[in-house]
């Protein structure tokens, strides 16, 4: 059953959670209005043009711009975008990457209830939010240097994500990722299929 082409906004954040913590998280943004923007999937393969090659390049440099950042399995759809992020305990010359068993154990050990990040205003330095609005931010710059305009928005107001509790979890959402050309004639709303995979 379809879930109708807008939704009622509420916060997308999990509450207590802070999005600076290591471990792994299931990102998903995107387009204005839904809009199929970079690309098309043909024969079950995605095709991008010039717009989805430069979400792919921004979300490359994004991993390399920033120390604590891993990019684990992504794909940019027509519509939106689906990667697997991992924020490290330490940089990347030093640090071991957080195991997803990790996550379980610090939402366990929150001492009190942090603030709720909904969008994007007043996010912590490192988070997920920042690491989002980050990279949006360059997307959005180097379309619209492009195109020579700023209207309509290239995304849709903040995101979604989930946080990747264990291993197995991890496996089933990278296979729904790598999945998501093949199912896309069934999966019209970008999280309809995830699941049936968790």
């Known amino acids: 059953m379809s879930r109708g082409k807008y939704r009622r906004r509420n916060s997308l954040r999990l509450q207590g959670w802070d999005y600076r913590n290591a471990g792994a998280y299931f990102v998903t943004i995107c387009t204005h209005q839904r809009q199929p923007t970079f690309g098309k999937v043909v024969n079950r393969r995605m095709r991008l043009n010039s717009w989805g090659q430069i979400v792919v390049a921004q979300l490359i440099e994004m991993e390399k711009k920033r120390d604590h950042v891993v990019l ?24 071991q990457l957080a195991g997803p068993s990790m996550v379980n154990d610090q939402m366990a050990q929150q001492a009190e209830p942090l603030p709720v990040e ?8 490192g988070s997920l939010g920042a690491i989002v609005r980050g990279f949006k931010s360059a997307v959005t710059n180097e379309i619209n240097g492009l195109r020579g305009e700023k209207h309509p928005p290239i995304w849709q107001r903040g995101y979604h994500d989930r946080i990747i509790r264990n291993e197995r979890e991890l496996n089933a959402i990278r296979e729904y990722i790598r999945n998501n050309p093949a199912n896309w004639q069934t999966d019209h709303e970008w999280d309809e299929g995830l699941d049936d995979f968790l």
């Not at 909904?118 to 330095?125: E, Q, S």
């Open 118 to 125: 909904t969008d994007f205003p007043n996010v912590k330095p």
């Open 72 to 95: 684990d399995e992504f794909i940019c759809m027509p519509n939106h975008l689906h990667a697997i992020i991992w924020i490290m305990l330490q940089d990347k010359t030093g640090g």
